[in-house]
């Protein structure tokens, strides 16, 4: 190291650009919660934006306040299946804003939910 001399940089110089948005880290935020998946879906969760943050990190997706006792949480996954899944493990009563995709995903799965639960209750009472 006593023998290295630094050298100033050479080339042309690079005038910066503007940001591609005023908040940055909700930009970046959205593009590896979001923009990176083939679905995305826009949810309103009916919890205060403060309590959905404690569980929900901005990798997983981006929360925006939507009234004192809601808020609407930006989020894409491989699938709208995987979507679904997603959003019931977060443990709170939901809307799905968007795509109409997901909802009928959500349907499926609670006629599925269903029909399994129908043939538990078959089984108990059989046995």
Do not use: N
Not at 23 to 50: F, H, M, N, W
Not at 60 to 78: K, N, Q
Not at 106 to 126: C, F
């Amino acid at each position: 190291m006593d023998r290295v001399t630094p050298k100033p940089p050479h080339g042309p110089r690079f005038v910066p650009r503007e940001p591609p948005a005023g908040d940055l880290a909700s930009y970046v935020s959205r593009g590896v919660s979001t923009r990176a998946y083939a679905s995305q879906a826009a949810i309103r969760l009916l919890v205060p934006v403060e309590e959905a943050a404690e569980r929900i990190s901005p990798s997983t997706g981006a929360l925006r306040a939507d009234g004192p006792d809601a808020c609407v949480l930006s989020t894409g996954a491989a699938s709208f299946d995987a979507l679904m899944v997603h959003v019931l493990l977060l443990g709170f009563e939901f809307e799905v804003l968007e795509p109409a995709g997901l909802v009928e995903e959500i349907a499926t799965a609670r006629d599925r939910l269903s029909r399994a639960l129908s043939r538990a209750g078959e089984a108990d009472a059989a046995s």
